[in-house]
């Protein structure tokens, strides 16, 4: 697996040994970039169940100023650590090591312009409490973007107060963008 584009483009990444994750393909970060590609100059990046760091480590190569990465396996942040090292964006990143349920109740408030939501396809009720925590939620800066990704078979529930921007299938896989509705906007 390489980084795609950009200041890194073409460095060798590793993923986390033991098979626990499973990082996103070239046609997934492919598609999903060129829809993102707009924002991402300058943004600050959430990457959450981040394994080896693949979709943050493409953004931060592409334009991105700052990303921040959570992950709680052991093997998926050493990988991620590796990766960091390699594409020398260890300066532009921070390394989270936690849960991110519980991360998310301690984010301040606006920090975020994009934020990548990839829990296991399986967690269908992990991804959604990630994207209806109150956390994400108040840590997405205004006009911000949460793009999850999940399996075609277990598409998270959207939370009412997100709307749905755009949805792009990929053989089996949606990566679903969503945006926070303003509850102040008139319509």
Do not use: Q, W
Not at 28 to 40: D, H
Not at 145 to 166: E, N, Q, S, W, Y
């Amino acid at each position: 697996m390489r980084v795609i584009a950009g200041e890194a483009k073409g460095r060798a990444l590793v993923v986390p040994r033991g098979g626990g994750t499973r990082s996103a393909t070239d046609r997934i970060r492919e598609t999903l970039f060129a829809i993102v590609e707009p924002e991402l100059d300058g943004a600050r990046v959430l990457d959450l169940f981040a394994g080896a760091g693949t979709l943050g480590i493409e953004a931060l190569s592409r334009g991105a100023a700052h990303a921040t990465f959570v992950e709680r396996g052991g093997e998926a942040v050493k990988a991620l650590r590796r990766n960091l090292a390699t594409t020398k964006f260890e300066a532009r990143s921070d390394v989270v090591v936690a849960n991110v349920i519980a991360y998310l109740g301690a984010l301040a408030r606006g920090s975020f312009d994009i934020v990548f939501c990839d829990p296991p396809f399986a967690e269908v009720a992990v991804a959604e409490a990630t994207l209806a925590h109150e956390g994400l939620r108040s840590a997405v800066a205004p006009d911000g973007l949460v793009v999850a990704r999940a399996h075609g078979k277990h598409l998270p529930a959207v939370p009412t107060f997100m709307a749905i921007d755009r949805v792009k299938e990929i053989g089996e896989e949606k990566l679903l963008f969503l945006r926070y509705i303003d509850p102040t906007a008139g319509g």
